[in-house]
């Protein structure tokens, strides 16, 4: 285990409606990474977080928005959900400026009916 | 824009048996990382792998950077390195692209 933690496991949600998931990033990493994964496909990179802002962001439309608390911790929101919006959400934390030291959290699956 | 080539993008193994994986990249990058994702879902990161040779255990990596290839060795496989394995690269803004995955699978 990588000490990342995600919530919810699996969530289902219906066109239009909003959705939060959340990021718990290992112990001494201050950076948190958003990827999402569609079916059969890599990891896209959606945006990342330091120091409570936004640091890179990734093709995704402003629907996709973020936040990270004082301890570090990790939100994506997604407003107004398309179904194309259905994948395994992955965040991953790590020390700044050490992306080669990211390690991902379990991932969210999200459909959207 | 970046590109990231892997190949092949099935593979079927005999529990045993050895494979190499292939991931080529544009020249616009030059750090380059190596993932196993688990039939659950889970991303592990197997090497960080910029350029030279490393190994662990019955897993090892070779990256030649100027000509923009790296290749995944598995030796004796077994059902458990079963999952697709990713490389990706680290990009300019310090986040990971990843290339088009390779799904093994080893059977019993």
């Known amino acids: 285990e990588t000490g990342v933690t995600q919530s919810p496991t699996h969530l289902i949600k219906t066109r239009g409606q909003q959705v939060t998931l959340r990021c718990s990033s290992q112990?001494?990493?201050?950076?948190v990474s958003w990827y999402q994964q569609a079916l059969g496909q890599g990891p896209q990179f959606i945006f990342q977080?330091?120091?409570?802002?936004?640091?890179g962001r990734g093709n995704f439309p402003p629907r996709f928005s973020g936040l990270q608390f004082p301890n570090y911790s990790s939100e994506l929101n997604v407003n107004a959900l398309e179904l194309d919006d259905s994948a395994l959400y992955l965040c991953?934390?790590?020390?700044?400026?050490?992306?080669?030291?990211?390690?991902f959290g379990p991932g969210t699956r999200l459909l959207v009916l | 824009g970046i590109q990231v080539e892997q190949s092949p993008p099935d593979l079927i193994l005999q529990e045993g048996a050895n494979s190499t994986l292939r991931c080529n990249f544009s020249?616009?990058?030059?750090?380059l990382q190596w993932f196993h994702q688990n039939p659950w879902g889970q991303l592990i990161n197997l090497f960080y792998?910029?350029?030279g040779t490393k190994q662990n255990g019955r897993l090892s990596a070779t990256t030649v950077a100027t000509e923009r290839y790296s290749l995944l060795y598995i030796s004796s496989s077994q059902t458990t390195d079963s999952g697709v394995y990713f490389c990706?690269?680290?990009?300019?803004?310090?986040?990971?692209?990843f290339g088009t995955g390779t799904r093994l699978t080893v059977i019993p």
């Open positions: 991953a934390s790590s020390a700044w400026g050490t992306p080669e030291t990211q390690y």
């Open positions: 112990s001494g990493h201050n950076t």
């Open positions: 977080y330091y120091r409570e802002e936004e640091n």
């Open positions: 020249d616009s990058v030059n750090n």
């Open positions: 792998i910029p350029s």
């Open positions: 990706a690269v680290i990009t300019g803004a310090n986040n990971l692209f």
